[in-house]
């Protein structure tokens, strides 16, 4: 029996991008989605087009937010964590798994934001997926704005502070490294499915999409890497193991 097993679920996120295997252009999101798949829980989804729309359920305003019942459970590592409560042993959080994650999470997301964000080439895609639903007056000087902003953040975090053939020139030595790293076989860490498969995969994976072309070629061109990708969508695609429903 796993730990309140009674209670529904619901996902509160951003709007679906309408992308085949993408549940989200988020990350984060993305990360949530397929960790509640692969643990084997339904759930439910509340989608809105500004993460601010959940702030009831989330300080920062920022989403996921898993509600487990009335229970709210913000920001993606405690919600890998709250799912671990729920169904015990299914998806590895070990002391390394737990550092990949982090990892994940920080250096490698610097990267994604960057492509979407900063990247001349790939910001025309990003702002009219992004903000479609803003009225045309505001849409005409908000998303300028956030991205000013955006890359303010990226110059601090050390992403963008040497400008764009400085950050790409890291991003490659970073998937190589990864792509040397990148199992042959199975998952991440050559044991059972972890966090840190989750949390690498939901960055990797959403520079597959539309908005960056360049960054996600880059990524198909790390042969290894690219088939643990592939390992990974596959095993956490669909719910694989019916133990529960959300309700």
């Not at 601010?52 to 300080?59: D, F, G, L, T, V």
């Not at 908000?142 to 601090?156: F, G, H, Y």
């Not at 539309?210 to 990708?229: D, F, I, N």
Request: contains cysteine; charged residues 20%; hydrophobic residues 45%.
């Amino acid at each position: 029996m796993t730990a309140n097993a009674s209670l529904p679920l619901t996902l509160l996120e951003l709007a679906d991008p309408g992308l085949p295997g993408f549940e989200s252009y988020s990350p984060f999101c993305l990360k949530a989605h397929r960790a509640l798949k692969y643990a084997g829980l339904s759930y439910a989804c509340i989608r809105a087009d500004n993460p601010a729309a959940h702030r009831p359920h989330s300080p920062t305003g920022q989403v996921p937010v898993l509600l487990v019942g009335a229970e709210a459970v913000p920001d993606s590592t405690d919600i890998l964590a709250r799912i671990e409560q729920l169904v015990p042993g299914r998806i590895s959080r070990s002391p390394e798994a737990l550092l990949w994650e982090e990892f994940a999470d920080t250096s490698v997301n610097g990267f994604l934001v960057a492509a979407r964000w900063a990247d001349d080439r790939n910001w025309p895609a990003t702002r009219a997926a992004f903000f479609r639903a803003m009225p045309a007056p505001v849409r005409a000087v908000v998303p300028t704005l956030l991205r000013r902003k955006q890359v303010q953040r990226l110059v601090a975090r050390d992403v963008w502070r040497a400008g764009p053939d400085a950050c790409w020139r890291r991003f490659g030595a970073l998937l190589d490294q990864l792509d040397a790293r990148a199992p042959e076989h199975g998952f991440w860490l050559n044991g059972p499915l972890s966090v840190a498969d989750l949390a690498l995969f939901a960055q990797l994976h959403c520079l597959r999409t539309p908005l960056t072309p360049w960054q996600g070629a880059e990524v198909e061109k790390r042969k290894r890497l690219s088939a643990w990708l592939g390992r990974v969508d596959a095993a956490t695609r669909t719910v694989s193991v019916p133990l529960r429903a959300a309700s």
